[in-house]
């Protein structure tokens, strides 16, 4: 089943709940975004948060330092996730989040999420141990590694040693949390 099909069926069995929090997480250059968009409008009205919102600002050195386990943690600020987004939308309440400023390598913004029937987090660790417990649902989007690694390196935003080092965090986060032996539904995103 295409990643497209998949979508329209999992949208329509979110459609019989009331509020349901989707985790939609997989490596970089997966496919992630394009299934959150895809499934996002399948839903009709949902909100979307995006993982890069909630990157650690970090000095360039130290980040290059960091192990693969100290990156899977350090990265991204899962914490500030749950705390300023996850808890409030799974009480029903909107939410309030400071984003990560790519430019500026600090919090920049502050933005609102509103409290939709569905609520779909997207990114690397969207389905983090420590988010689990706020996920109704949580679906892994598998990709070729060598798909993967064209991607990335079209998108041009980082070199190869800086690739390299950011996938072997990622590896670890998958390999120490069972990311995709845990998720609901996995789905193909070679296509997207």
């Known amino acids: 089943m295409s990643m497209h099909e998949q979508t329209v069926a999992i949208a329509a069995i979110l459609d019989r ?34 993982l890069d919102d909630f990157y650690r600002p970090m000095p360039a050195a130290k980040r290059a330092a960091l192990t693969p386990a100290e990156g899977a943690e350090q990265f991204f600020d899962v914490d500030r996730l749950i ?19 790519w430019a500026t390598d600090r919090l920049g913004e502050w933005r609102d999420a509103p409290a939709t029937r569905l609520v779909i987090v997207e990114g690397v660790h969207a389905a983090d141990l420590r ?11 598998a990709t070729a590694p ?14 190869p040693e800086q690739i390299r080092r950011w996938l072997a965090a990622e590896d670890w986060y998958f390999t120490q949390q069972g990311v995709p032996e845990a998720a609901d539904w996995v789905v193909p995103g070679d296509a997207a």
């Open 131 to 141: 988010c689990r417990a706020f996920l109704d649902v949580t679906v892994f989007v």
């Open 146 to 159: 060598q798909v993967r690694w064209e991607r990335m390196l079209a998108r041009g935003q980082n070199d």
């Open 83 to 101: 705390t300023q987004a996850l808890a409030p939308l799974r009480a029903g309440r909107a939410a309030r989040f400071q984003a990560y400023d």
């Open 17 to 50: 709940r009331d509020r349901t929090i989707v985790a939609v997480d997989g490596p970089s250059a997966a496919g992630k975004s394009t299934f959150a968009r895809t499934l996002a409008g399948a839903a009709g009205q949902s909100t979307v948060l995006h």
